[in-house]
């Protein structure tokens, strides 16, 4: 296993402010393991753990993920603070709703330079640290959403189908150093993901589209009583890395309505397959 043993792990997550990154940073400091946890803000997120929480083994980051200079001091911080880096946790994104059509040039950007470009700089900052060591776990938090898409969530199911190749391609390139690669799918959970503060929206929206006007609405209505409960998201993650437990592989699917999107996927590729069997091998060369 990667993970150490003899004496408490250092973590870096990012998005710690609310959802399941605050649920992880409050469950990692109750452990007694060391903590550098980035936000957009600091006061929030310190605001958030509450006073039952002893901090002192928590490192809080102001950082703009898509600055790769301010990434590397945060890593470089990180383990001079701590004195070294076990965990990553690449918990940072939002949620994005709307037609194709509708999702402007600048949404596009905003979007993939949070879920693609900012995973991508914590990766270059903090792989050497754990190649040097031949140990350390990347948890990179995904979504059900980057294994299939629905109507709606063509922006955000491309930035997380991005994260999921990337992922696949690494756990490949670092097994050799000792380095494990995990990707977490979850559903639908009950934190502040489908709130009016999180959930952006586009400036401009086409009447042509009411379908998906009413499923903004629903997904509005939904927040509260979404299946998912974030703190044993949480507990699942912590469980994977800690103690190994867990599916084997490199993902996790946290949630039911996760595993059924999943199974759905995958019986539709199947059928896909299964019709493209004989057709596939039409255009190779000619068998000399």
């Known amino acids: 296993m990667s993970y150490p043993t003899d004496r408490p792990a250092t973590w870096f997550v990012t998005g710690t402010s609310r959802g399941l990154g605050l649920s992880l940073v409050r469950q990692l400091l109750q452990r007694g393991d060391a903590v550098a946890a980035t936000t957009r803000s600091v006061e929030r997120l310190t605001g958030a753990l509450g006073e039952g929480v002893d901090t002192s083994r928590l490192l809080p980051l102001a950082v703009d993920l898509t600055d790769e200079q301010a990434v590397t001091a945060a890593v470089e911080r990180t383990v001079e603070h701590f004195g070294g880096l076990d965990v990553v946790v690449n918990n940072a994104g939002y ?74 391609a690494l756990a490949g390139e670092v097994a050799d150093f000792g ?94 397959l299964d019709a493209n069997r004989d057709s596939a091998a039409a255009t190779d060369f000619p068998a000399a």
């Open 95 to 168: 949620g994005f709703l709307a037609a194709v059509e509708e999702t402007t040039d600048r949404d596009v950007r905003a979007m993939l330079d949070v879920q693609v470009v900012g995973v991508w700089n914590v990766l270059r900052a903090a792989l050497p640290v754990m190649r040097r060591r031949r140990s350390g776990h990347v948890v990179n938090v995904s979504s059900v959403l980057g294994l299939t898409a629905v109507p709606g969530w063509g922006l955000y199911c491309a930035g997380k189908f991005a994260l999921e190749a990337m992922s696949e």
């Open 179 to 272: 380095i494990d690669v995990s990707v977490i799918e979850p559903g639908y959970f009950r934190t502040s993901f489908l709130t009016r503060d999180s959930l952006a929206l586009p400036e401009q929206t086409e009447a042509e589209y009411p379908a998906l006007r009413a499923m903004v609405q629903q997904h509005l209505e939904l927040q509260g009583s979404q299946l998912g409960d974030p703190e044993r998201g949480a507990a699942a993650i912590i469980a994977r890395v800690v103690e190994g437990t867990g599916p084997a592989g490199l993902r996790q699917l946290l949630g039911s309505d996760a595993h059924a999107y999943a199974t759905a996927k995958v019986q539709t590729l199947q059928e896909t």
